[in-house]
């Protein structure tokens, strides 16, 4: 039996082998998402046999309300639902454990080469929302030294590249690939965690001088050492991403990938006008996040919102409704469009530019 | 009566004892799947090399056919559990 690691997902490193324990709980929490798949092909069938779902399409409140009625008495719905929280609730621990299992090897493949440039703004910056715990993180994004490794490393490796459909990174290639002009100077990542997005940006903007923003101090050393292995080299600022710190006009790409649907609406709008803060008169903002609900299938709008409520995602039906066209336009953003660019419209994108002194 | 002994006491009696239960049986689940994966990792390997050490064991990584044996009986065995758990009154 070779040692050899199996396939590596893209961006990840080849490296990293985990003791038995470790690596047999990860594959099993991976499993039960495969496992529950027949139960949920059986609530699926019968949801959408029900006209009722369709006829509550568009309002989310109601579709829920038609589809609790139809399940009412169905014990499928119970056991996936505890079924996913517990797996939710103890992925990270795990990965924590199966990281402390093999630390003497892994923790040198996990320290940033220079935490000291990382500029921080301090905890008097840090908002509220950021104290919730989101995306079941026991133990909070920073509940680990290198928890940005834990979670790039192996929750990536072992349960979200598996268990969702698509190329999840090629999507991060296809958004940064999305930016209106060929080339930029200055780009800003908002909410980069461990460079995911960034690294794709970096690879499509090269001659860009690149600034990852996020409120994760272990996830910004995570992506150090990933810029650093990928030969580059990023300004790092723990900050949010509506309050940087970074002077104004001073970028020609904004990007953020996934980042909005972790925080209230009040929020959002301010990220918005942070963005126009950053940019030069012309810059170009891109904001990729979750599918608006409007454009899902009934059954899938259900599912996300039915799925957020029980996988810690306090503010995905607030991102999945809100109109992002009129927030930008709000902050002053002009040319705006949105794009979808997978199945179900996901990835989701908002465009926009800001105006050139004097046409605003 | 309060004081006297309860011959039939019940204590988990509350809704969220069930999501207990279940987490617990997860747990279970997944200690017994730690299990039953060392136990193939020790047989592949006796079969390969007739002796093993305990580092051998932690080393191993499944490749290929084994990778995917044991893929296929962890999603049997997961599909089980949740079957057997979402029978009673199942439509």
């Known amino acids: 039996m070779s040692t050899a690691q199996p396939t590596v997902p893209d961006g990840m490193r080849a490296d990293v082998e985990l003791a038995q324990r470790g690596r047999s709980e990860m594959q099993f929490l991976q499993a039960m998402r495969a496992g529950l798949r027949p139960l949920q092909a059986r609530l699926r069938e019968r949801l959408e046999k029900e006209a009722a779902l369709e006829e509550a399409a568009g309002d989310i409140a109601r579709l829920r309300e038609a589809a609790d009625e139809v399940l009412a008495e169905d014990p499928r719905l119970g056991i996936a639902g505890a079924a996913l929280r517990w797996n939710r609730a103890v992925l990270t621990p795990r990965a924590v454990d199966a990281f402390e299992e093999r630390a003497d090897e892994l923790a040198p493949k996990a320290a940033p080469p220079a935490p000291e440039k990382i500029a921080d703004r301090g905890e008097e910056a840090v908002p509220r929302y950021w104290r919730y715990e989101f995306h079941g993180t026991a133990g909070g994004w920073d509940g680990h030294e290198h928890m940005g490794f834990i979670h790039h490393e192996l929750v990536y490796r072992y349960l979200l590249v598996p268990s969702f459909p698509g190329d999840i990174f090629g999507q991060r290639t296809r958004v940064a690939e999305l930016a209106p002009r060929d080339t930029y100077t200055d780009i800003c990542d908002l909410g980069c965690g461990t460079g995911q997005f960034t690294l794709k940006l970096a690879q499509a903007y090269p001659e860009a001088r690149v600034t990852g923003v996020d409120l994760s101090l272990a996830e910004l050393r995570y992506a150090q050492r990933r810029a650093a292995e990928a030969g580059t080299e990023w300004d790092l600022v723990r900050a949010p991403a509506e309050d940087t710190g970074l002077d104004g006009e001073s970028f020609d790409l904004v990007a953020s990938f996934i980042l909005l649907h972790e925080m209230p609406p009040h929020a959002i709008r301010k990220v918005f006008a942070e963005a126009f803060r950053l940019l030069r008169p012309g810059g170009d903002l891109v904001f990729s996040d979750v599918a608006p609900y409007r454009l899902r299938s009934p059954y899938q709008a259900w599912y996300d919102d039915w799925d957020a409520e029980n996988g810690h995602e306090p503010w995905w039906r607030t991102a999945a409704t809100i109109d992002l066209v009129e927030v930008a336009r709000t902050a002053g953003f002009t040319d705006i469009r949105q794009e979808a660019l997978g199945q179900q419209s996901y990835p989701w994108v908002t465009v926009a530019r800001k105006p050139m002194e004097g046409l605003a | ?91």
């Open chain 2, 1 to 91: 009566m309060p004081g006297f002994a309860n011959d039939d006491a019940v204590h988990l009696d509350r809704p969220e004892h069930l999501d207990a239960l279940f987490g617990i049986t997860m747990e279970l689940a997944s200690e017994l799947w730690v299990m039953r994966d060392r136990l193939a990792v020790i047989e592949q390997l006796l079969d390969e090399r007739g002796t093993l050490t305990r580092d051998d064991i932690e080393r191993t990584q499944p490749q290929g056919e084994n990778a995917e044996r044991l893929a296929r009986e962890r999603e049997r065995f997961l599909t089980r559990v949740f079957e057997s758990a979402a029978r009673p009154g199942g439509k």
